[in-house]
């Protein structure tokens, strides 16, 4: 059955770095785009980046771009996020996510917790 | 691109429906079908209920149902159950590459 699990999480101080992966299985991981979404404690969800099926095109939300990078590894069936110049607003469950159709998501991995803090 | 607008919360007896709506603007609700819903219990992760408005998933109950008129979504909850006591999230392709998320509408079984 599809898995989806990430890693990589922990606690950081402001303006640090951190990369998260995402072990996927199950599903033929290189024919879908995937998608990484976040959830600050308490909060909404919030879509932060896409990356296509063949790594190729990646896009960002506003609060992200020029700081986060989604890249990919098909050989692997790994998804990453590197996160650099962090913020305190960057604390959030990050779950990994495939689409059923565009911008639907039917799998989530369990998330991982990302805390920025001094 | 600013969040869509969910009722914060809504409520309903067992047996009855509740209907949560999701106001956008004519750049996402509106110019796309491409609306989802998500369920979430605490803890766990969503759980993608609706897709392209108004279809369901293998899996999910025809209980679930979705719509859409102008800028505005909604997803219809007939026949409540307990366990269908969470919090609900709406989702809107928002052109360029880029989608928005409601702010969440909590659900209670009463």
């Avoid at chain 1, 640090?16 to 996927?24: D, E, G, I, V, Y």
């Avoid at chain 1, 996160?83 to 604390?91: A, C, F, I, K, P």
């Avoid at chain 2, 969040?3 to 999701?22: D, F, M, N, Y």
Wanted: charged share 15%.
């Amino acid at each position: 059955q599809v898995q989806l699990v990430e890693s990589g999480g922990g606690v950081v101080q402001p303006g640090r770095s951190l990369r998260l992966s995402c072990a996927a299985s199950g599903f033929t991981f290189s024919s879908y785009a995937m998608y990484w979404v976040r959830q600050a404690p308490g909060k909404g969800l919030e879509w932060v980046a896409i990356i296509s099926s063949d790594g190729r095109s990646k896009y960002y939300a506003d609060s992200v771009k020029g700081r986060f990078t989604i890249s990919r590894d098909n050989s692997r069936n790994t998804l990453f996020l590197q996160m650099n110049s962090l913020r305190v607003e960057d604390t959030a469950v990050y779950y990994c996510t495939k689409d059923l159709t565009a911008w639907a998501f039917d799998r989530w991995g369990q998330g991982t917790l990302v805390t920025v803090s001094s | 691109q600013s969040a869509l607008t969910q009722p914060p919360s809504a409520s309903g007896s067992p047996g009855q429906s509740v209907t949560i709506s999701c106001t956008g603007t004519s750049s996402d609700v509106g110019d796309y079908n491409y609306v989802s819903w998500y369920q979430q219990h605490p803890g766990r992760a969503p759980k993608l209920m609706i897709y392209e408005v108004s279809k369901r998933p293998s899996g999910v109950p025809d209980r679930f149902s979705g719509s859409k008129s102008g800028n505005t979504a909604s997803l219809t909850v007939s026949g409540l159950q307990a366990e269908d006591e969470a919090d609900y999230y709406c989702s809107s392709y928002g052109g360029s590459d880029n989608l928005v998320f409601g702010g969440g509408t909590t659900v209670t079984v009463l």
